[in-house]
Nanobody
Framework: QVQLVESGGGSVQAGGSLRLSCVVSGNTLVRNCMAWFRQVSGESREGVAAIHLGGSGTYYATSVRGRFTISQDNAKNTLYLQMDNLKTEDTATYYC???????????????????WGQGTQVTVSS
């Protein structure tokens, strides 16, 4: 059984920073392929960033490249998303996702991940 638990969300003014964390428990092999998604109510889930174990690759949505950084601490079974220079359009619920096999179709496709956290809210005000 795999459990992903996110934390670190909150409210911040535009230009500020937050760091999200996602702790993996159970079958930690799912650390192989991990990603962050976000979703605004009424819209589809959007891929934000992904990382493949062993540094084989990190991937970012164009909208966050240069502002967000995804990383892993394998000793702590934790995935991070450092978010800097936040914008109001970054407001969303952020989800951690994982799977044993990295996406062949695209890291940004929600259907490629079988394991999800419960989400953490990020609100950026102007």
């Amino acid at each position: 059984q795999v459990q992903l638990v996110e934390s670190g969300g909150g409210s911040v003014q535009a230009g500020g920073s937050l760091r999200l964390s996602c702790v993996v428990s159970g079958n930690t092999l799912v650390r192989n392929c991990m990603a962050w998604f976000r979703q605004v109510s009424g819209e589809s889930r959007e891929g934000v960033a992904a990382i493949h174990l062993g540094g084989s690759g990190t991937y970012y949505a164009t909208s966050v490249r240069g502002r967000f950084t995804i990383s892993q601490d394998n000793a702590k079974n934790t995935l991070y998303l450092q978010m800097d220079n936040l914008k109001t359009e970054d407001t969303a619920t952020y989800y951690c996702a994982a799977d044993l096999v990295c996406a062949s179709g695209g890291w940004y496709l929600a259907d490629e991940y079988n394991y999800w956290g419960q989400g953490t809210q990020v609100t950026v005000s102007s």
